[in-house]
Structure formats: C-alpha cells, structure tokens
C-alpha cells in the first residue's frame, strides 16, 4: 500500500513528466504523443517506486532493466530518466531534432539508463526474456520489466516469447501493456480484436493482473505482488492523450502534433489538475 506522501509525490513526478513530454514534442514536430501520455503513470512509479537503479552508476550487475518495447513513446521514458538524473534535462531539449542527443526511437548509446535499442514492434518482449534467461543463469537477482503496447500484441512474436516465459518459469519477468485501445489507424477491438485479452495471457500460464494503469494505488500492488513461479503479466487500462482532454481517447492524437497555441492550453490544464 502507498503512503499519501507517496501517492502525492508520484502525481507530482507524473504532472512534470507529462509537461517535459509536451515540450518536447512541440518543439520536435514530432508523433506519438498520445502513446506517451498514455504510459506516463506506469514509467513513474516504475522509475521513482519500483525499480533498483542508480542513476549515478546505471551499469550496476544486479540492476533491475526497464524494456520499452513501445519505443515511440520515447519521450515519456527520456523525461522519466532526466527527473531521476541520469542525464542533464537540457538534452530534452534536442529531442527528435537534427544533431540533437535524443533519437525519436530509443538508442542505448544515446544516454545512460537505456538498456536496449528498439523501435520497430513486437521485439521488446523478447528481448526482456533473453535478460530474464541469463540473469537466472547467472544467479544474477535484477529483474526485468517490459512495457508493451496493446496495438503490439498483434504481433505473433509477442505470443511466441509468451510460451517461451511461462515454460521456462521467468519468475523475474514481469510484463505490462499500455492498453489503451487505440493503435495507428484504428481501435484495437476495430483493428484486431485481443480480447479476451486476460484470459489469453493466463492460458499461456502467467499470473496476470487488470488493473487501472493511471492508479498509483493499482500498479503499486500489481507490481509488488508474489509472481507464484510464473511470469507476470499487468494489463494496465490506460487512455490514450491522458491528462490533456482535448487529446484524451483521440486516434488523430497518435500522429498529430501540439501547435504552440495547443501546449500552452495543455500546460494550464495540468497545472490546474
């Protein structure tokens, strides 16, 4: 259970993030502003609550490993990263501009605190499940985190690396999905339908959590619970644009991008949230 403190914190972390989000995306012309937001509750409490990391030595052996496997809501990580001081925030600035320090899909040689290189869907898991393999090998007790995206699990490598983890017991995997029902060009039930989506993810033998992905309170307890010797998979509910109503469940907000007219309304939103 969070503390009050605890919960005000990371609503505050998360009202920052959000604003670092805008900025940067306003200033780059750039897409996907709607995945971003959409993930911003679940990369704060995983970076500020949940996650073993030292920002002043990012390459500790038994760190825990955050996998975006969403990559293109970048942004939302990058902000997380420079709040928790793995890099000055003025390199937020050069996001997704020539010459600039941060690529619009995420580089692991562009700034400390990347574990891996993604961008292209449906890799992230994998991914996470290749760490989570050798870190039992090595008797090594950092634990694994991938964010995936609901428009992703369309993709049959998700489902392949889902029997791989359950058949190999990654107990030191834990999964979350950004369901926020809406991918590029449709909604997720219009494009392909994935329910019903927890009973799929139970099938393939993981312990599995629904839950309210913009509730500190939820993804706190979804994350601290037992594993019981399987993988965990946390569907989080989320809303795509959330936190700024004129973008909130809207499929354009996938690709548009704020105006200077848009982030100026979308700042005073949040700070009057």
């Known amino acids: 259970m969070l503390e009050q403190a605890d919960n005000l914190d990371l609503k505050n972390t998360s009202t920052q993030i959000r604003k670092n989000i805008l900025h940067m995306m306003t200033g780059s012309e750039s897409s996907h502003i709607g995945a971003a937001l ?6 704060t409490i ?11 030595k990012p390459l500790l052996e038994d760190r825990d ?16 990263l420079a709040e928790k001081g793995f890099f000055p925030k003025k390199y937020l600035e050069t996001f997704y501009r020539n010459g600039g320090i941060l690529p619009g ?43 995936l995206g609901d428009g992703e699990c369309d993709e049959g490598s998700v489902w392949e690396g889902a029997m791989l983890a359950s058949h190999l017991k990654l107990d030191n995997l834990t999964a979350i999905i950004d369901y926020n029902k809406i991918q590029s060009f449709g ?17 393939f033998g993981w312990n ?48 548009k991008c704020p105006d200077e007219d848009q982030l100026k309304h979308a700042i ?6």
């Open 38 to 43: 959409s993930a911003v509750e679940i990369i």
């Open 46 to 56: 995983l970076y500020f609550k949940i996650l073993n990391i030292n920002p002043k």
């Open 65 to 80: 490993k955050f996998i975006l496997s969403k990559a293109h809501s970048s942004p939302a990580l990058y902000a997380a």
């Open 105 to 147: 899909h995420i580089d692991k040689n562009a700034v400390p605190g990347i574990e891996y290189s993604l961008g292209s869907l449906g890799h992230g898991l994998a991914v996470g499940i290749g760490m989570a393999i050798s870190n039992k090998k090595d008797e090594n007790f950092g634990r694994i985190f991938v964010l």
């Open 187 to 203: 909604r997720t039930d219009e494009v392909i339908n994935l329910e019903p989506f927890a009973k799929k993810w139970q099938s």
């Open 208 to 255: 599995v959590f629904e839950i309210n992905g913009h509730d500190f309170e939820d993804l706190y307890n979804a994350l601290t619970s037992p594993h019981n010797g399987s993988p965990k998979m946390i569907i989080a509910h989320t809303i795509k644009g959330k936190g700024i109503s004129f973008m909130e469940d809207k499929l354009e907000w996938h690709y």
């Open 268 to 273: 005073e939103e949040l700070e009057n949230s």
